[in-house]
């Protein structure tokens, strides 16, 4: 099969903190992660269709004339798509979920013939391809007929696909696509080859129905992965999708409910919770920052990671939920990631191994080091306080050891959009946040001679940010000090008569760095919302948003954009970058700005009610990562931060 490239933007996730999976609203799973939700990942390619007249027709085959109906089933992470076509007298309604605690996913088929007058007598087939562990070589295909599944495996991975209903026909390996197409699936049982196929009878009368319930059994054995598709198949759907509904159910009953009485908000505040929930690691309690999508790094540098910046924003909005058990183990996982130096690198996989990097980002560290402080103010766990405190000291002391004498800023490491190396404000501001967050746990351990030593090194950065980063001209903070630039910009710069400078390194390189970067950007609301270099009245915050709002929002569809001149997938407005400013309008009091911002990322949710990374700036429909964690924690934090503001929102 000449594979489709999959496609970055996705509709749906479904999992269970050890699966993880991601659909389209046709029903077709693009991509499954276990036994962690970062990685590895395991499809290539699973479809599903009927035969009909000869030939198969493919459910998710728009071209071919099929429609779906895709929604999550309220209050759960159980997605339903429902595929009809005018062509084809039968319809389907596929419905999709992790169960809890298990090793295993679930896919019912509802078949209905939508005919009154003639029968339908035919076969289901399902075709599924593996790349097992990101590896398109030395994958098996076998037919276990003591378990009448078909089989995936490669080391210490085993995929069984298998039903309660006793299939007709398989082929592992062979060309099985090929043969899929030509109707003669020919019972080869072991290929070294990463595809295979199975197919089962089904008997329509007009208007009646059948049903198939396809498992997707895990194990890191063939008798372990059988023993699991064993299970699967003791109980019928039924049971399992109660027990699905009702673990959803009771998760959220755990969680501080929605404050806001609005049916949209409630949906989308829940169904935040329920993706944070997934985006959790139920074995290391690392947090992600999205599901990958582009494992090849074609357009971006991927996203199944563990950012420290992020989710120190996402365990918070855990907190503030309800969900602190989630943030706690979140937290316990950050230790096993931290370097012996006392710093946190860019983003970590879940067992807290260093992922693909680009260098050093000093606000990730200092981020969960303010997220630790706020945990603990939250919940008062002396014992998570304690748990800490080894890496605090540390964290703190890398912190310190990371100032420039010359400006008083931490010393140049990259933005928190990892585009560019200087002396970023609002890197400056983390590292604020983590210092006073640090002295705050040391005065919790009595220990007076850090906590002034710690607040005095903060006190001196927010004095070196006011005293050195203002831009007049432009009525807002600059983004950053000594930003490194190419030869050719320095140059430029320089016939402007702007400040610059360069300087060779230890071995030989020259470096060129602006002095002043005076681009306007989202994050310098970092500095007020969350980590309290400034009050949201004081002036210079104050000019600064009103500047951040009046250059960056996209004209053609609202919504705020990172900084002026994005071009990162074209400069969108970001769902996380606009309730980045509802959360200072708060803050500042200025409710009817801070309303018509959260509408706007309210109204921009995708069609299953998650949240995206980005809005396209044209047409207003998702443009980039859906869901993206981030996006997520925000909202949560917008809803409950406009409730304690005493705001009702006319949403």
Same mark, same amino acid.
């Given at each position: 099969m000449n594979h489709e490239n999959k496609p970055y933007v996705i509709d749906a996730v479904i999992g269970n903190s050890k699966f993880l999976a991601s659909l389209g609203s046709n029903g077709r799973m693009y991509r499954m992660w276990w036994p962690n939700i970062d990685f590895p990942q395991h499809v290539d390619v699973i479809r599903s269709g009927i035969r009909l007249g000869g030939a198969v027709t493919w459910f998710d085959d728009e071209e071919d004339g099929w429609k779906q109906d895709a929604a999550y089933t309220d209050r759960t992470n159980i997605i339903e798509v429902s595929s009809y076509s005018e062509?084809?007298?039968?319809?389907?309604?596929?419905?999709?979920?992790?169960?809890?605690?298990?090793?295993?996913i679930v896919r019912h088929y509802a078949f209905t013939n939508t005919s009154s007058e003639s029968a339908i007598d035919s076969e289901f087939v399902l075709y599924s391809s593996f790349r097992i562990a990101e590896n398109q070589l030395y994958n098996s295909t076998m037919f276990d007929e003591n378990r009448d599944a078909l089989a995936h495996f490669r080391r210490e991975y085993f995929f069984m696909l298998g039903s309660s209903n006793v299939c007709t026909k398989f082929q592992a390996g062979g060309s099985a696509w090929e043969k899929v197409l030509e109707g003669q699936l020919n019972g080869n049982e072991i290929d070294m080859a990463g595809d295979g196929a199975m197919s089962w009878n089904i008997q329509l009368p007009p208007g009646g129905s059948s049903d198939i319930t396809v498992y997707i059994a895990a194990g890191h054995s063939r008798?372990?992965? =059988?023993?699991? *598709?064993?299970? &699967? +198949?003791?109980?019928?759907i039924e049971n399992w999708l109660e027990a699905t509904t009702s673990y959803w159910h009771s998760f959220l009953a755990g969680t501080v409910p929605c404050p806001i009485d609005n049916e949209a908000v409630r949906r989308l505040y829940e169904?935040? *919770?329920?993706?944070? +929930?997934?985006?959790?690691?139920?074995?290391?309690?690392?947090?992600?920052?999205?599901?990958?999508?582009?494992? /090849?790094?074609s357009r971006c540098g991927g996203y199944a990671y563990s950012w420290g910046r992020d989710a120190a924003f996402i365990a918070t909005a855990m907190d503030r939920s309800g969900l602190t058990s989630l943030s706690e183990k979140?937290? !316990?996982?950050?230790?096993? &990631?931290?370097?012996?130096? =006392?710093?946190?690198?860019?983003? /970590?996989?879940h067992d807290g191994r260093l992922a693909p990097s680009w260098g050093l980002q000093i606000d990730e560290g200092a981020s969960l080091l303010w997220g630790m402080w706020q945990h603990f103010e939250r919940t008062g766990n002396t014992e998570f306080a304690a748990r800490m405190w080894p890496a605090v000291q540390a964290g703190a002391?890398?912190? *310190?050891?990371?100032?420039?004498?010359?400006?008083?800023?931490?010393?140049?490491?990259? !933005? *928190?959009?990892?585009?560019?190396?200087?002396? /970023?404000?609002?890197?400056? &501001? %983390?590292?604020?946040?983590?210092? +006073?967050?640090?002295? &705050?746990? %040391?005065? #919790? #351990?009595?220990?007076? %001679?850090?906590?002034e030593k710690w607040d005095a090194a903060a006190e001196a950065i927010r004095s070196?940010?006011?005293?050195?980063?203002?831009?007049?001209? +432009?009525?807002?903070?600059?983004?950053?000090?000594?930003?490194?630039?190419?030869?050719?910009a320095y140059s430029e710069a320089a016939a402007q008569s702007l400040p610059v400078r360069s300087?060779?390194?230890s071995k030989g390189y020259v470096r060129y760095e602006l002095f002043y970067d005076p681009i306007v950007d989202i994050s310098l609301i970092g500095l007020s919302v969350p980590f309290g270099v400034l009050p949201a009245d004081d002036p210079r915050m104050e000019k600064t948003a009103d500047t951040i709002e009046r250059l960056l929002t996209v004209e053609t569809v609202n919504g705020i954009k990172r900084y002026e001149n994005d071009h990162y997938i074209g400069g969108n407005p970001w769902i996380l970058t606009t309730l980045w400013l509802c959360h200072y309008r708060i803050s500042q009091g200025n409710i009817e700005s801070a309303e018509r911002l959260f509408k706007w990322a309210l109204d921009h949710q995708t069609r299953l009610g998650l949240l995206p990374e980005q809005v396209d700036k044209s047409s207003g429909d998702t443009a980039w990562v859906v869901p993206l964690t981030w996006s997520h924690a925000m909202f949560v934090l917008a809803v409950h931060m406009l409730t304690e503001s005493g705001a009702k929102p006319a949403v």
């Open positions: 062509r084809y007298p039968v319809s389907v309604k596929l419905t999709t979920f992790a169960v809890p605690g298990e090793d295993f008798e372990e992965a =059988g023993e699991v *598709l064993a299970r &699967a +198949k003791t109980k019928g169904r935040s *919770l329920l993706t944070m +929930k997934l985006m959790s690691d139920e074995q290391t309690g690392t947090v992600i920052a999205a599901p990958e999508f582009d494992e /090849h790094f979140f937290y !316990d996982w950050s230790l096993s &990631a931290q370097d012996k130096d =006392g710093s946190w690198q860019q983003r /970590h996989y002391g890398f912190l *310190l050891s990371f100032i420039d004498p010359e400006t008083g800023l931490p010393l140049p490491s990259k !933005d *928190l959009w990892e585009e560019r190396t200087a002396e /970023h404000v609002y890197s400056a &501001a %983390a590292v604020f946040g983590g210092l +006073k967050a640090s002295a &705050a746990f %040391a005065a #919790h #351990h009595g220990d007076k %001679a850090l906590t070196s940010l006011l005293r050195s980063c203002w831009n007049e001209e +432009k009525q807002s903070f600059y983004r950053g000090l000594k930003l490194q630039v190419s030869e050719e300087c060779t390194t």
